[in-house]
Each structure stands twice: as C-alpha cells, then as structure tokens.
C-alpha cells in the first residue's frame, strides 16, 4: 500500500469512533456511521474554510479536486465527488427534515438517520 494511504489522519474525534464501536448495531452499520461522520466533518472543514453554511456542489467538487491532486490521481476527484455529494445531499435532506442546521448534526442524529435507512 501505498505511504499516501499510511499517513491518513480522520478527521472524527476519536471518542466518536468509540462511541460508535460501543454501539450494539452491525459491523455495516457502525462503517456507515463512521462514514458519515467523516463526511461531515469534511463538510465543516471545507464550510469553515469558505465562509459558506453548507459546501455547495461547486465547494465540494473543488475540494474532491483537490483531494485528488494529492494522491496523484486526477480521475479520482469524480468517484469521490459522487460519494460526497450523496451524502451531502442525505445530511441536507435529513437536516431539513429534522429542523436542524447540517453542520449541527451530532452522533446521535447521525445514528437516527442510519436507523432510518435500515
């Protein structure tokens, strides 16, 4: 594997990811939830970095861009652009439906959403 790959550092809180192995659900379920969280905190990076409330399409593909550039791989940036966006778009729409803002979704909305879909 390549040291690119060695040298990730996620952006969920450790006590996160415990908390969620923690929980009595399926290994499927507890790799979504971790999923999740690591697209929303990348959410929040990218808003705080941009001054934007929730990155737009434009934002995220910038930044799946950008991702891209770093592993040397230019063609990467449209699959991860696909699967950030999918769960843009179901934060947002859970977001909504629950009356929150999206970055201020916690562990337990996301574990409310995950339940949803199972």
Known sequence: MSDQFNSFISPVKKEVVNQIERLDIST?????????????EVFKDISSKDGEEFPNEILLKRWCESEAK?????????LL??????????????????GKN?????????????????
């Open 70 to 78: 770093k592993l040397k791989d230019e063609s990467f940036s449209v």
């Open 102 to 118: 999206a970055l201020d979704l916690n562990l337990d909305d996301l574990i409310t959403l995950t339940s949803l879909e199972n």
């Open 81 to 98: 652009f696909e699967q950030m966006n999918s769960a843009a778009t179901k934060l947002s729409d859970f977001a909504k439906k629950s």
């Open 28 to 40: 499927l379920q507890k790799l979504h939830l971790k999923l999740l969280s690591h697209c929303l």
